[in-house]
């Protein structure tokens, strides 16, 4: 995929992973984009916890068993004091169940560990352009959890996830049935690139509650 | 109907009621005796003799008599109009008689009487009533001032004559009488009213309370019980109606027939009600009470007949004797019985004793002129402890099967309670054992699949590296340790919540093996549609079903040599299809190699456990696989060794 439309010429990278290798394979993989950087890395849940609000990065990469510290704890820290960048979740299975709790906490997407360099320069190029993977059963699951949302909603703004608007549901139905972005834009007459920017949505959907309250509570704390 | 046994331990600490009850009845008639004691009264002196004259008979001459008088005990003449002249007591006197207030007290007198102080009559019962009519003084006491306009100015002058018309049967005449200081009399006067009349009053409304009471049980409990204390408390009820009756709508005769019958009756029945109480079928006892019910209305009408008082006198010892006999014989019988006799029943023979001896001290005192205050009769006390005591115990007995049946319940809750629990627990247990199962078979599978999958490409992986140590091709390593990797996800694949949604599994299914098949340079064409969900992709059906797929697109990759695939899902009514074509070279049977063979002969294993029908077709050109799964589970995963048969 071309990395263009919008993103930053530079992109800086923050690995938050205990495992050395995984960071081996970071650095290794970087090497095919010289314009891309690792501005940071934290081997624990302390560390990073200090570290990565500060960085300049704009992609965050992040192993969600930290030998410290629950990964979720620290999606959430992120999406309240980095809100514009992207976290992805950095993950041995595509564990689904857990990984919308990740979503929940403020990820953006998320890459399998033990995918090639050139994979790994691909999902942070599609996130970085407006794109998400997804799979057919987190597609299921989120159709499960964001359907019909709008009466509850409407009952308590706090808690509620957002509704899926029918185009979103049209796409997750079929990502859940597992087509592909290409087939599933070829069936609804829509590019490419807005099949994934309907995907990210449901990601921003999933977590705007996430999002919500740590925003109130930033603000509570005067941090905002 | 027996009576309930007391729950176990209820009694076991208390003091038995009967014993305190006992106790008190003792302190009762200690109480009685020292009340009826004969006492003198302050400001008030009894007179016990007085100067009796026949006024119908003038050529009788007046003779001083001893109270009480009984005209039944004289003469037939006295049973007419007779004149007692009381003397003034020297005790008595005043100084003037304008400020003296004086009366007489005469707490039983009759039948009809008056009394005159100086030849002025000053009170009179009945004494101007026509003959024909009952007239019965002798129930109440009376007490009669004497006017002080009327008292001689020297007390000794006085002249009071107290005169009576008698009636034969009645026991009529003058009793002891008192006079005195108006204040002290009245006191006396009021008590005589409680023992004598309001007492009466009491005992009336009880018994006829129970009585119907008793009606009523015997009517819904149908026992006999109920019945014999209905009649003796209706007998009874009767006889004191008539008691309390200064004037009874009747004759004399009908009057002393009834009144004296109804007592006779009320002890027979009573009697047999104890006997049956007591569950004491004695002979002698039922005898005894059908003795005086039976024999005593034609005693009584023989006894009205001959107007002999004697002889009502002797049926009054009849009965007193039958009941203590009765009782004695009772009470020797249960004595020789050990634990013969529950709680309740000896609460009733230790009441019934106080009553006898109620009955008893009467008899001496009233009828035998024993010592003692005749006014008082101790019988009505007797009667009401009685009546208080036997109702208690009815209640008792009537509530009795409704505490049974109350008990039953309870027990019977117990016991279910108890079952239930019984049940919940084995039912956990059998919850808990089926679970156990599950995550056993669970695990047995985890293992079979890691071993035959993870493990054996591991072990494949391992033994390349060993054997090629040298030569070892990093690219073939990093490849099977990818397919490793893809076997674990697989395998993680098919523990997530899928619920039997086929295209998901379908769709999960094609992340995995994707990108060997564009590598392959097979393209996929996805024709999915969501389908009803199979309850037989559960978790290890899901897996088979990976399995089925793997095996099929390893067949298509190696040897169909297809450059396209379809998967397709459908459903009609029934059934779920999944068919997967390609475009290669088809089934050529006669040719498939062993290893092949043996993979189909997996797949039809799998599908066979997963209840599904397995079809092979030729698709002109290339081969397609149906699999048809039943909507509705009627499959058992044992049942799924079976091969299905291939087309």
Redesign the interface.
Known sequence: MAHNRGMPSSTRIYLIEDDRTVLHFVQHALALRPDWRLVGHSATYSHARIMAPNSLADVYLVDLGLPDGRGEDMLRLLSLTKPEAELLVFTV?????RLVHALQSGATGYVLK?CNDAELIEAIEQICAGGAPI???L??LLLKQLRNNAPAQVADNDTAAPALSERETEVL?L??????NK?IASRLGIGTATVSTHIKNLYRKLAVHTRVQVVRAAQDRGLL | MPPAPPPPGQNAKRVPHYLWVGLLLLGLLWALHSVSMPAGLENAVTLREAQASLPQHPQQPPQQVSLPHILDDQPAAWSGWVDYRLDWPAALHYDDPAQTRLALLLPRVGTRFRVLLNGHEIYQVGWYAAPERNILSAWFPYLVSLPPQLLQAQPQQNQIHIQVQGQLLERSGLWPLQIGYHGSLFERHQVLEVWQVKGTWMMLISSLLMGLLSLHLWRTLNERLFLLMAVAALAHSVRLALSVSLEPPLSFGWYFYLHRLAFTWYVGFFLLFVAELLAFRDRLVHGLAWFLIGVGPFWLAWTLHTQDYDLYRIWAGAMAVCGALSLLRLLLFKARQRDALDGDQILVLVVATFTLATGVRDFLVVQLNFPGDADLRWTSLGSLALLFTLSWVLAQRATASTREVHRLNQSLAGILAKREAELRQAFDQLRASEQQRAIEGERRRLMRDMHDGLGSQLVQTLNMVRSQKHTLDAGSVESMIHHALEELRLMLDSLEPMEGDLATILGTFRQRIEPALLAAGIELDWQVQDVPALPSLDAQGVMHLFRCMQEIFANVVKHAQARRVCVRTRSDAAHVYLTVTDDGVGMQRPHTKPQAQRGLGNLRARAGKLGARVRFFDAHPGTGIEFAFPIHRTFTPEAGDTVPSVE
């Open positions: 299975f595509g564990d689904e169940s033990g799979s057919p059963l597609a299921r139905k990502v859940a049935q597992g087509y592909v087939e």
